[in-house]
């Protein structure tokens, strides 16, 4: 095993954006200055809705929102969607009150309120798969990775569960520190801004990476990396992100909620609908310009239509799912959150993991998500309360 230049090039990245932000939630955890660096106010009625995002379609139902002028049509005023490069820099200005309506990684907000006591909650999903891991071009198999590095957005990520399950049942052995690397079936996570991944990925400093679209369209489209396998055909509609806010919001003001939540699934339905036009709407040549991505990258990615070749490639092992390559779904399956916890406990990061193995998964479902607002929004749509989660096959191999 010889990657020295990949491993001397992601050591920092592996520390810095999590580091970062352990010591931030460390430091505010239960203290007064959370939110503003004051004690907890009565919200505001009429304070607009301020969105934080990073440059994802999973942002896509917040900025479809504000570009559509959903929340107008509520009765809400809103500020330009913020964007922010990692997300360390979107939870600090989220903890600090700068933004109040964001997008999460799924598990971001499971850690924010049992390790650093972060009172927020989920109110939705964003959308369902939108991910994948997306590899350099003499990469044929997962097993391929052997040796190598590999880039994550974050730690706490659906991104790092199905990373980790899929080296696993290749025989692989995931590792999260470089100090660890020993074994010739060893291989190195480490933390990387997605906007990073891309480059990195053309210059050989990292081998693949498990991260949200469209960087692996980007990826394909400019000929350095291919889709090695979807993320909503290793765990079936998993959530990637989630709609996220301050419990003082949701309880301090539930009809601006509403509204909010109102909006968003109105934009998540003409998601689903308009591919073409999101594409537009969500690029650099939409009038809001709120990705730098071109209208055919985020096409790729919207589009209902999985390419022929992802059969062949086995990037696609289960058709009879009829997964897209991302659906805009806001219901907030329990079942969902509680397998989430479930997974976090197998899965290697950095830092203290010690709260995870105190958490029942049912309470964490009841603790950290609100379905009420959501329900209230789909109730002319239906919608199921329950289902069952599907992975694509156990996980095994070295742990």
């Known amino acids: 095993m010889c990657h020295d230049h990949a491993s001397a090039f992601t050591a920092p990245y592996s520390r810095r954006e999590f580091v970062r932000l352990a010591g931030l939630l460390s430091a505010s955890a239960g203290s007064a200055?959370?939110?503003?660096?004051?004690?907890?106010?009565?919200?505001?009625?009429?304070?607009?809705?301020?969105?934080?995002?990073?440059?994802?379609t999973d942002a896509a139902p917040l900025l479809a929102m504000h570009g559509l002028g959903y929340l107008e049509a509520e009765g809400l005023s809103a500020e330009k969607p913020r964007l922010f490069r990692s997300w360390?820099?979107?939870?600090?200005?989220?903890?600090?009150?700068?933004?109040?309506?964001?997008?999460?990684?799924?598990?971001?907000?499971?850690?924010?309120?049992?390790?650093?006591?972060?009172?927020?909650?989920?109110?939705?999903?964003?959308?369902?798969?939108g991910s994948a891991l997306t590899v350099a071009p003499d990469i044929t198999e997962v097993s391929d990775l052997a040796g190598r590095t590999v880039a994550l957005p974050f730690w706490y990520s659906v991104h790092n569960v199905l990373a980790q399950r899929l080296l696993r049942e290749a025989g692989l052995n995931p590792v999260v520190n470089a100090r660890d690397v020993r074994g010739e079936r060893d291989v190195q996570?480490?933390?990387?801004?997605?906007?990073?991944?891309?480059?990195?990925?053309?210059?050989?400093?990292?081998?693949?990476?498990?991260?949200?679209?469209?960087?692996?369209?980007?990826?394909?489209?400019?000929?350095?990396?291919?889709?090695?396998?979807?993320?909503?055909?290793?765990?079936k509609e998993h959530a990637c992100c989630v709609v996220t806010m301050h419990d003082r919001d949701i309880a301090g003001r539930p009809d601006w909620t509403q509204k909010v939540v109102n909006a968003l699934t109105r934009a998540q339905l003409w998601l689903n609908s308009h591919p073409a036009e999101a594409a537009h709407l969500l690029s650099a040549e939409g009038e809001q310009r709120y990705t730098p991505h071109k209208p055919a990258v985020l096409g790729r990615v919207l589009q209902h239509e999985l390419p022929a070749q992802y059969l062949q490639s086995g990037a696609v092992q289960h058709p009879e799912w009829q997964e897209r390559r991302i659906a805009f779904r806001p219901y907030p399956y329990p079942t969902y959150t509680?397998?989430?916890?479930?997974?976090?406990?197998?899965?290697?990061?950095?830092?203290?993991?010690?709260?995870?193995?105190?958490?029942?998964?049912?309470?964490?479902?009841?603790?950290?998500?609100?379905?009420?607002?959501?329900?209230?929004?789909?109730?002319?749509?239906?919608?199921?309360?329950?289902?069952?989660?599907?992975?694509?096959?156990?996980?095994?191999?070295?742990?």
């Open 33 to 56: 200055a959370l939110l503003g660096g004051c004690a907890p106010r009565q919200p505001d009625p009429d304070e607009p809705v301020r969105v934080g995002y990073l440059p994802i």
């Open 189 to 235: 996570l480490v933390v990387m801004a997605p906007s990073d991944m891309v480059p990195a990925l053309k210059a050989g400093q990292i081998a693949g990476f498990v991260v949200a679209e469209p960087f692996g369209a980007l990826a394909e489209s400019l000929g350095v990396g291919r889709v090695q396998r979807l993320s909503g055909d290793v765990w």
């Open 338 to 399: 509680e397998e989430l916890v479930r997974q976090l406990r197998e899965v290697r990061v950095e830092g203290d993991t010690t709260f995870l193995q105190r958490l029942d998964p049912a309470q964490v479902a009841r603790e950290v998500v609100t379905d009420r607002f959501v329900t209230q929004a789909m109730q002319a749509q239906g919608g199921p309360a329950s289902r069952t989660e599907t992975f694509s096959a156990p996980a095994q191999g070295p742990v």
């Open 88 to 129: 360390s820099q979107l939870v600090e200005a989220f903890v600090f009150g700068h933004v109040n309506v964001v997008h999460l990684l799924s598990p971001l907000p499971i850690w924010m309120r049992y390790s650093a006591q972060v009172p927020t909650r989920i109110v939705a999903w964003s959308h369902v798969d």
